[in-house]
């Protein structure tokens, strides 16, 4: 099993700048690709942007240019740099890893963030 937690959420102003982070612990051996998804009330749950095991990264056209993926080399570790945040990026951003050998994905609690206009 592997845990994931995250922090960093909260409210900021439009413009400015957040930084999400996801700590894994468990059986951290099995984790391959990690993402950071993203729903916003009454939408769907949206891929933000994904790293690969080897430090690939794919983004949203959204967010694109001001959002950064980043991991550390223990690969347990998961950072999200938000710049030029919007309203429209407001939503609760959940954490999710995957099993690089059996596929399953493991999900974080979330965590808020808020966009003033």
């Known amino acids: 099993q592997v845990q994931l937690v995250e922090s960093g959420g909260g409210l900021v102003q439009a413009g400015g700048s957040l930084r999400l982070s996801c700590s894994a612990s468990?059986?951290?051996?099995?984790?391959?690709?990690m993402a950071w998804y993203r729903q916003a009330p009454g939408k769907q749950r949206d891929l933000v942007a994904v790293i690969s095991r080897g430090g690939g990264t794919n983004y949203a056209d959204s967010v694109k240019g001001r959002f950064t993926i980043s991991r550390d080399n223990a690969k347990t570790t998961v950072l999200l740099q938000m710049n030029s945040l919007k309203p429209e990026d407001t939503a609760v951003y959940s954490c999710?890893?995957?099993?690089?050998?059996?596929?399953?994905?493991?999900w974080g609690q979330g965590t808020q963030v808020t966009v003033s206009s």
């Open positions: 999710n890893a995957v099993d690089r050998t059996y596929g399953n994905n493991y």
């Open positions: 468990g059986s951290i051996f099995r984790i391959g690709a």
